[in-house]
């Protein structure tokens, strides 16, 4: 399951930089993948890019940026469940596209 950043994100962005595959971004800022350009997806806060998000599996035991978010705004996205064989596929293919 990826992860996802709720309203009760204070825009610290501490998440931001503990992100290992660069998948959190400012609120408004666009992210980009394999080479395009993608539009926001929250203006309000702080959002996690559901294409780049493997719950640092690859990386770390554990999602790193759960234990940076003071204000626990960071919980699972019930819309998009992975298996940790999907997220390993996921994060390969983030290597062999770029983050």
């Known amino acids: 399951m990826a992860l996802m950043i ?3 994100c204070i825009d610290c962005n501490a998440c931001e930089v503990e992100c290992p595959n660069n998948a959190i971004y400012a609120a408004g800022v666009t992210w980009d993948y394999n080479g395009e350009e993608h ?5 309000e806060h702080t959002y996690i890019a559901y294409e780049k998000c493997t719950e640092c599996v690859g990386f770390y035991d554990e999602p790193q940026c759960l234990p940076a978010c003071p204000s626990e705004a960071i919980v699972p996205d019930p819309d998009h469940q992975n298996t940790k064989e999907e997220l390993l596929a996921k994060k390969e293919l983030l290597d062999t596209v770029g983050r």
């Open 6 to 8: 709720t309203d009760e």
């Open 39 to 43: 539009e926001a997806l929250s203006d």
